[in-house]
C-alpha cells in the first residue's frame, strides 16, 4: 500500500496550475487577410496575448474599443489580459461591458467564469457564468472544463467529473480534462479509470510534466513500481536538483525490491516458499528455513523434523522423530514433501526409518496474521513527531492506509490517517484528503470528538462555517470537557461570520443550561446576546461569570473588560 506522498509533496503547486488552476481561455482566430489597420490590430493584440504581453495587449484591444472594431469581443479579451495582470475590477467590468453589447457572447460569459474561480475565488459565483456559455454554446468545451473544475474545488466531484466527460467528448484532443478527471479518479482510488486518463493525458501532450508525478502515484497504488520510477525519472530530467523527487524514487526502488512474490513467481522460488505454518494430518506443523536447510515441529507425541530443500526449490526432503525416544524404525524415519504450484499445498509421504512405508502426509498452508497496521501507524506517527521526519511521517501514512484497507471499520485509523493528512504542510490535495478521512472516522464512531475537533478545522480554513458548526457543537455535547475558551470563541467568530449569531446564542444557552458551571460557554452566549441587541441579559450573564468562584480567571478577566466596554459604549449613545 503505498501512499500518495509521490503527487503530495513533489510538484504538487505547478501540477494544481493544470488541474485546479490556470486553464488559458480560447482567442478568436484572425483571418489570414486583414485589409484594415483595424484588422491588423486585432491580429496583433491577439498575438501579443498569446505571447502573454499583457500590458501591450490590453493597450492594443483600448485602441479597438475606441475604434469601435469588435467591440464586445475587445472589451472580453482586454478583461482576461487585465485579469492575468491583476486588474480585477478592470477585468470585471470589462466582461459586463462585453456581456451588456452582447449578451450572446458565449465567450465572455466562459471567460468571465475562468476569471471568478481562478483569480476570484468565487467559485459558487462562477458555475452560473459558465453556466449560460453552455446554455449559448451546448457544444462549448471551454465552459464545461472551467464549469468543472468550479465544481471539482466545491468537492462536487461527480459534477466535476460529468463536465470533465462531456469536454473529452466535444474535444478529444484536449490533454486538461484527462488530468482533471484522472485527479479525481485517484482521489476515488479508482486507479484503472486514473491511469487511462492519465494515460490519454500524456499521449496528447508528452512534454507536459504535470500529469507524471499523479501518474507515478497511480501506477505505485498499482503496484508497477516500475513505471513509477519512470514517470518521476521523467520529471528528474527537468529537475534534477529536485530532493523530493529523488527521494521518492529511491522509496519507490526500495518498495520494488521487497514486492513480494506471488504465487506464480514461487515456481521457480527460493526455498521460503516451504516457511511458515501448516495445517496437516498430524496437526500444525512449524517449518523454519535457514538456507536450503529446514527445521520444524509438529503436535503429534511432540513430533520435530528436518531435512533440506531441492536445488530447484520444489521438494522438502528429511528426518522426522517422534516422543520419548526419537528412534528408528517405531519413533523416527524419512519423509519427503512436494510443494504445489500455487506455493499453498504440500503433498508427501512419511516412512518407518529409511524404506518402510508409512502413510500420506498432506498439508495446507496456514494464512499468516494480519499485521496490526494501525499499533505500527501510530507508533511511526509517534516517532515522526519527536524527530521532525518528512520521511518517517510518510511511511506513518502508508502504514495507516494499510491499516484502513486492511479493515475499514476502524474509525481510529481512519482518524489517525486524516490527522497525518494535515502534517503535509500547504497541500491542497493532502486537505481534501484528510476532510475524506475524517468524515469516515465521524460516521463511523459519531462519537470520535476529537476527528469532529480536526474536521471542523479543516472546514474552517476553507470558511466551511455551518459544516464546521455542526461538528464543534456536537462534540461539545458529547464531551463537556471541550468547553473551553480556544473552542469557543472560534466557534462565536464563527456564527458571527457566518450570520448565525441566533443559532449561536440557542447552542450556548442550552449547553449553559445542562452545565452552568461552563464560563467558556456562558462567556460566548453572553457575546452572541449582545450580538442581538439583547445587551441587559449579556451584562448579566457576564456579571456570573465574574462572580463565579469556579471560572477561569481569563474568562473572568475578558467579562470585566467587557462590562466596561459595553457601559462605554452605552454612555456615548446617551
Known amino acids: 500500500m503505498t501512499s500518495l506522498k509521490i503527487l503530495l509533496p513533489c510538484l504538487c503547486t505547478s501540477m494544481f496550475l493544470v488541474f485546479f488552476g490556470y486553464v488559458p481561455p480560447p482567442l478568436l482566430a484572425s483571418g489570414a487577410n486583414r485589409a484594415t489597420d483595424d484588422e ?269 530443500i531441492s536445488s530447484d526449490g520444489r521438494t522438502l526432503e528429511g528426518t522426522w522423530g517422534q516422543a520419548p525416544g526419537y528412534k528408528p524404525p517405531k519413533e523416527s524415519g524419512r519423509y519427503v514433501f512436494h510443494l504445489s504450484p500455487d506455493g499453498n499445498r504440500l503433498e508427501g509421504q512419511w516412512f518407518y526409518g529409511q524404506t518402510s512405508q508409512g502413510g500420506d502426509w498432506n498439508a495446507v498452508r496456514l494464512p499468516a496474521p494480519k499485521p496490526d497496521y494501525l499499533v505500527k501507524a501510530m507508533a511511526l506517527a509517534e516517532e515522526a513527531e519527536n524527530k521532525k521526519s518528512g520521511d518517517l511521517l510518510f511511511k506513518a501514512l502508508e502504514t495507516a492506509e494499510s491499516a484502513t484497507a486492511s479493515d475499514p471499520g476502524q474509525p481510529a485509523a481512519w482518524y489517525l490517517m486524516g490527522y497525518l493528512y494535515t502534517r503535509i504542510q500547504q497541500d491542497h490535495l493532502a486537505g481534501v484528503l484528510a476532510e475524506e478521512a475524517l468524515k469516515k472516522a465521524v460516521k463511523l464512531d459519531p462519537k470520535l470528538t476529537k476527528a469532529r475537533l480536526l474536521l471542523a478545522d479543516l472546514q474552517l480554513e476553507r470558511d466551511s462555517y455551518d459544516l464546521a458548526l455542526t461538528n464543534l457543537e456536537e462534540a461539545l455535547r458529547q464531551d463537556s470537557a471541550l468547553i473551553q475558551p480556544e473552542i469557543t470563541a472560534g466557534m462565536c467568530r464563527a456564527y458571527i461570520a457566518d450570520l448565525q449569531v441566533k443559532r449561536g446564542e440557542k447552542f450556548f444557552r442550552e449547553l449553559t443550561a445542562a452545565h452552568p458551571d461552563a464560563d467558556s460557554a456562558r462567556l460566548a452566549g453572553a457575546i452572541l446576546l449582545n450580538e442581538t441587541e439583547a445587551q441587559p441579559e449579556a451584562v448579566a450573564e457576564l456579571h456570573k461569570i465574574v462572580n463565579q468562584s469556579t471560572a477561569k480567571a481569563e474568562n473572568r478577566d475578558y467579562a470585566r473588560t467587557l462590562l466596561d466596554a459595553w457601559a462605554g459604549d452605552n454612555v456615548s449613545k446617551h
Open 40 to 308: 491588423q490590430l486585432y491580429e496583433q493584440a491577439n498575438t501579443a496575448f498569446s505571447q502573454k504581453k499583457f500590458t501591450e495587449a490590453v493597450s492594443m484591444f483600448s485602441r479597438l474599443i475606441d475604434a469601435g472594431y469588435k467591440v464586445d469581443d475587445s472589451y472580453r479579451l482586454r478583461a482576461t489580459a487585465r485579469a492575468e495582470l491583476g486588474d480585477l475590477s478592470g477585468a470585471g467590468a470589462d466582461y459586463q461591458k462585453a456581456i451588456d453589447i452582447n449578451p450572446g457572447n458565449f465567450r465572455a460569459w466562459s471567460n468571465r467564469c475562468w476569471m471568478k474561480r481562478v483569480k476570484l475565488k468565487d467559485l459558487t459565483g462562477a458555475i452560473p457564468d459558465c453556466d449560460q456559455a453552455i446554455k449559448l454554446s451546448p457544444e462549448n468545451h471551454f465552459a464545461y472544463t472551467c464549469r468543472g473544475q468550479a465544481r471539482h474545488d466545491l468537492k462536487d466531484y461527480d459534477g466535476a467529473v460529468a463536465d470533465y466527460s462531456t469536454a473529452i467528448r466535444i474535444d478529444p484532443n484536449k490533454p486538461s480534462p484527462y488530468v482533471n478527471r484522472g485527479s479525481i479518479n485517484t482521489l476515488k482510488k479508482r486507479w484503472p479509470e486514473a491511469l487511462t486518463d492519465l494515460d490519454i493525458a500524456i499521449e496528447l501532450d508528452p512534454g507536459n510534466d504535470f500529469p507524471y508525478p499523479l501518474r507515478a502515484t497511480v501506477r505505485a497504488k498499482m503496484d508497477d513500481y516500475a513505471g513509477a520510477i519512470a514517470d518521476l525519472e521523467h520529471v528528474q530530467a527537468n529537475k534534477p536538483n529536485d530532493v523530493k523527487i529523488a527521494a521518492e524514487i529511491n522509496r519507490l526502488q526500495t518498495l520494488q525490491a521487497q514486492k513480494p512474490k506471488s504465487a506464480a513467481d514461487r515456481k521457480n522460488s527460493s526455498p521460503e516458499a516451504f516457511a511458515g505454518k501448516w495445517n496437516s494430518n498430524f496437526g500444525m506443523l512449524e517449518l523454519k528455513i535457514q538456507g536450503h536447510k529446514v527445521t520444524g515441529t509438529y503436535p503429534h507425541k511432540q513430533g520435530r523434523v528436518e531435512g533440506v
